[in-house]
């Protein structure tokens, strides 16, 4: 199992299936609608597949189900997990979409982009390669046991999903929460993959900041090995990135 958050302002780790300290790229997003929507046996509830009405108008998030140049969140999922899984000293996968992440080699995390560039920013992942918190699900297709994974407080239990743009903070749900299934193993052996992610539409002119929060704190994490891992259970960090557009 890989299990990542990026490199940031706090807590720095990754693990890795040696349960090294990895600091992997950026999968960015939010979820921090917390206790206040919380349903029994959740920690966050994942109602929304998409941004309110006011972050539609307001974007740049875009909705869960959009798919820029032909591109979604799922497909995304897809072609970044095997670079997702590792330590991104590589070149990212070849898409028309500049996808957010720190390379752990220089702990690079500023990127410089044309006008019109859409942004794909993955917060977290988690998938069934060894060794493997709570029970992954057979089929990362299926919504339902996706969101259970995800959000219940018995497996992983995801609070806190977000993004902040210039200062601007958005949530997201559930939709936003998809997965990829492989033939050939990725890097980590794993064959299954989960990412929580948002699509970005093109930022203005000048220099943004794109930050990624994300909390989770569900019992699996205290179960070993990751109860050495993440202290009191939980699983939480910032990144901050910067954004060029020029």
């Known amino acids: 199992m890989s299990i990542s958050h ?25 979820l921090a609608a917390g206790a206040s929507q919380a349903l029994a046996g959740i920690g966050f509830r994942p109602d929304s597949a998409s941004p309110t009405e006011q972050q539609r108008r307001t974007a740049p998030v875009l909705p869960a189900d959009a798919a820029p140049f032909g591109y979604s969140l799922a497909d995304m999922a897809r072609l970044t997990a095997d670079f997702n899984v590792g330590d991104h000293s590589g070149p990212p996968p070849n898409t028309p979409l500049q996808m957010l992440f720190v390379n ?19 917060v977290m992942a988690s998938d069934n390669g060894p060794p493997i918190i709570g029970h992954f699900p057979d089929d990362v297709s299926n919504r339902k046991q996706v969101t259970h994974y995800w959000f219940s407080q018995s497996e992983v239990g995801s609070t806190t999903m977000e993004i ?69 259970g939980v699983w939480e960090f910032s990144v901050v990135y910067k954004v060029n557009v020029h």
């Open 6 to 30: 990026r490199t940031g302002s706090s807590h720095n780790q990754v693990l890795s299936p040696t349960h090294r300290l990895l600091a992997t790229a950026a999968i960015a997003m939010s």
């Open 104 to 122: 752990w080699a220089n702990r690079v995390n500023e990127f410089d982009v044309k006008p019109g560039t859409f942004l794909y920013v993955p």
């Open 164 to 232: 902040v743009i210039d200062g601007k903070s958005f949530s997201l749900g559930a939709g936003y929460v998809t997965g990829a299934s492989f033939e050939r193993p990725l890097g980590d052996g794993a064959t299954k993959y989960i990412a929580p992610a948002a699509l970005l539409s093109p930022l203005a002119h000048g220099a943004h900041t794109v930050e990624i929060r994300a909390r989770a704190t569900g019992d699996a994490l205290r179960e070993p090995p990751f109860d050495q891992i993440f202290p009191k």
